[in-house]
């Protein structure tokens, strides 16, 4: 497998006309090597040649992946001009993630060559393969089972860290740890932030609850936002429930092979304008899913990316009414030979809980 990765992210670079490559995003790295590295403010890197893979390693991470070589330095050495030693005379792809403070002292190292921008791995990732498929889709299996336990815990009065500590809570009951960091849990107004950050607003019948999360399962993660009424539901609550609802369906419906990603966004985005909330839906309809919570392919500025088979991503529209309420539903799919296939199989219809 891993073998069968370096040979796509070889045949990207020689479209792209680049003899080696540096790769330096912890994900990336564990993309190709199986092995996951954290080097914090150090650098770990990973240069991939036609014909070889060199890593340089962090003395305290010395990793020993399969068919590398391995250089490890230390804080005494100089990082840059071991890098430098590693390179080969050739124009160099550098992946987005190499620090300046590592990338300006290896160019004035190397001024004989050429450094551009590299995204080779990045657009490998994007095609799944069939065991990364059957992770992401275990991952939305257990994430739609912890939503259920987690709805059904809702009581009045509790504040949106405690739901989020339930969520984490029923992650760890389904076998698969508990949540690091805090879910995005929102409660009434606070539902209206698109990048809500939770905190101590406290449940009220008739508020919204939008609860936006994931979890890394078996190195691949889930994604999914559904949104409730707890105890009762307005007139326009329901409303613009229905109309996310029908956006999230109409995009659904639009993905299959070849389609440009923008054409995707664009039906999310004309239900919602046709409905009068065109100015209230501020952000991407999707966003591509992995070894990486967001990651290629994004959906972003109209891009004409056509999606292909085994692409996995986001569709998630929303309508946002600042001092109101918001409402966000999102979905995983991968894209099939004829459509898709829907990861999430929590209820979407309208819930009043509690």
Same mark, same amino acid.
């Given at each position: 497998?891993?073998?069968?990765?370096?040979?796509?992210?070889?045949?990207?670079?020689?479209?792209?006309?680049?003899?080696?490559?540096?790769?330096?995003?912890?994900?990336?790295?564990?993309?190709?090597?199986?092995?996951?590295?954290?080097?914090? %403010?150090?650098?770990?890197? #990973?240069?991939?040649?036609?014909?070889?893979?060199?890593?340089?390693?962090? &003395? $305290?991470?010395?990793? =020993?992946?399969?068919?590398?070589?391995?250089?490890?330095?230390?804080?005494?050495?100089?990082?840059?001009?071991?890098?430098? %030693?590693?390179?080969?005379?050739?124009?160099?792809?550098? %992946?987005?993630?190499?620090?300046?403070?590592? $990338?300006?002292?290896?160019?004035?190292?190397?001024?004989?060559?050429?450094?551009?921008?590299?995204?080779?791995?990045?657009?490998?990732?994007?095609?799944?393969?069939? %065991?990364? &498929?059957?992770?992401?889709?275990?991952?939305?299996?257990?994430?739609?089972?912890?939503?259920?336990?987690?709805?059904?815990?809702?009581?009045? +009065?509790?504040?949106?860290?405690?739901?989020?500590?339930?969520?984490?809570?029923?992650?760890?009951?389904?076998?698969?740890?508990?949540?690091?960091?805090?879910?995005?849990?929102?409660? +009434?107004?606070?539902?209206?932030?698109?990048?809500?950050?939770?905190?101590?607003?406290?449940?009220?019948?008739?508020?919204?609850?939008?609860?936006?999360?994931?979890?890394?399962?078996?190195?691949?993660?889930?994604?999914?936002?559904?949104?409730?009424?707890?105890?009762?539901?307005?007139?326009?609550?329901?409303?613009?429930?229905?109309?996310?609802?029908?956006?999230?369906?109409?995009?659904?419906?639009? &993905?299959?092979?070849?389609?440009?990603?923008?054409?995707?966004?664009?039906?999310?985005? !004309?239900? /919602? !304008?046709?409905?009068?909330?065109?100015?209230?839906?501020?952000?991407?309809?999707?966003?591509?899913?992995?070894?990486?919570?967001?990651?290629?392919?994004?959906? &972003?500025?109209?891009?004409?990316?056509?999606?292909?088979?085994?692409?996995?991503?986001?569709?998630?529209?929303?309508?946002?009414?600042?001092?109101?309420?918001?409402?966000? /539903?999102?979905?995983?799919?991968?894209?099939?030979?004829?459509?898709?296939? #829907?990861? =999430?199989?929590?209820?979407?219809?309208?819930?009043?809980? +509690?």
């Amino acid at each position: 497998m891993l073998e069968n990765r370096l040979r796509r992210v070889r045949e990207r670079m020689a479209m792209n006309g680049l003899s080696q490559i540096i790769v330096t995003q912890p994900q990336a790295i564990y993309y190709l090597t199986g092995e996951w590295v954290e080097p914090h %403010d150090r650098l770990d890197a #990973l240069v991939v040649t036609q014909a070889a893979c060199r890593m340089l390693c962090y &003395v $305290l991470a010395v990793i =020993n992946p399969e068919g590398c070589d391995v250089t490890v330095y230390s804080d005494t050495g100089r990082t840059a001009a071991t890098l430098s %030693d590693l390179l080969e005379d050739a124009d160099t792809g550098v %992946d987005g993630y190499l620090a300046s403070r590592f $990338l300006l002292p290896l160019m004035a190292a190397r001024p004989e060559l050429r450094f551009t921008v590299s995204s080779c791995v990045e657009e490998a990732r994007m095609i799944k393969e069939p %065991d990364e &498929v059957m992770r992401l889709r275990r991952a939305s299996e257990i994430t739609d089972l912890v939503f259920e336990d987690a709805f059904a815990r809702l009581r009045e +009065g509790m504040t949106e860290l405690e739901l989020g500590a339930v969520f984490s809570e029923c992650f760890e009951r389904r076998g698969v740890g508990r949540f690091q960091g805090d879910p995005m849990v929102c409660f +009434g107004k606070g539902s209206a932030e698109p990048h809500h950050a939770p905190g101590d607003a406290r449940l009220c019948p008739g508020d919204a609850v939008s609860v936006d999360t994931g979890k890394r399962i078996d190195g691949y993660y889930s994604d999914m936002t559904r949104t409730v009424f707890f105890r009762s539901c307005s007139a326009l609550q329901r409303e613009v429930y229905e109309v996310v609802l029908e956006a999230n369906r109409a995009a659904i419906a639009a &993905v299959r092979p070849g389609v440009p990603i923008a054409q995707i966004d664009r039906a999310a985005r !004309e239900v /919602i !304008e046709r409905a009068g909330y065109g100015d209230r839906y501020p952000h991407r309809t999707s966003h591509g899913i992995g070894i990486d919570y967001h990651e290629e392919p994004f959906d &972003v500025g109209g891009r004409n990316l056509p999606v292909a088979e085994n692409m996995c991503f986001s569709i998630e529209p929303g309508i946002y009414l600042p001092g109101a309420f918001g409402v966000r /539903i999102e979905d995983l799919v991968c894209v099939t030979k004829e459509g898709c296939e #829907l990861f =999430n199989h929590h209820p979407k219809e309208l819930r009043i809980v +509690g």
